[in-house]
Nanobody, 123 residues
Framework: QVQLVESGGGLVQAGGSLRLSCAAS????????MAWFRQTPGKAREFVAY???????YYADSVKGRFTISRDNAKDTIYLQMNSLKPEDTAVYYC?????????????????WGQGTQVTVSS
């Protein structure tokens, strides 16, 4: 089992920044693919960013150039640095983990999820 706990959400004005953290425990964190998703009420969970153990990263087009995913294996933590935030970034953000995540942008590819952290961007 992998346990994930997100933190760092909050209220920020448009154009501002936030850094989300996701602390992992339970298994060999460094061997797992990790990702961030987000969800708004009534909508499907949406892919945001992905990190593979080889260092490959992928981003949704809507956040490319503004968000950065990073990983600290020593702390068993992944981060999502969010800059130039927009009101449409408002959502509950979730981190996810899986040993394989073969289709990295699909929520079903991940077996482990955190509880989510709310990000609200005001205009």
């Amino acid at each position: 089992q992998v346990q994930l706990v997100e933190s760092g959400g909050g209220l920020v004005q448009a154009g501002g920044s936030l850094r989300l953290s996701c602390a992992a425990s339970g298994r060999t964190f460094s061997r797992y693919a990790m990702a961030w998703f987000r969800q708004t009420p009534g909508k499907a969970r949406e892919f945001v960013a992905y990190w593979w153990t080889g260092g490959n990263t992928y981003y949704a087009d809507s956040v490319k150039g503004r968000f950065t995913i990073s990983r600290d294996n020593a702390k068993d933590t992944i981060y999502l640095q969010m800059n130039s935030l927009k009101p449409e970034d408002t959502a509950v953000y979730y981190c996810a983990a899986d040993q394989y995540a073969r289709i990295y942008y699909l929520p079903d590819a991940y077996n482990f999820w955190g509880q989510g952290t709310q990000v609200t961007v005001s205009s």
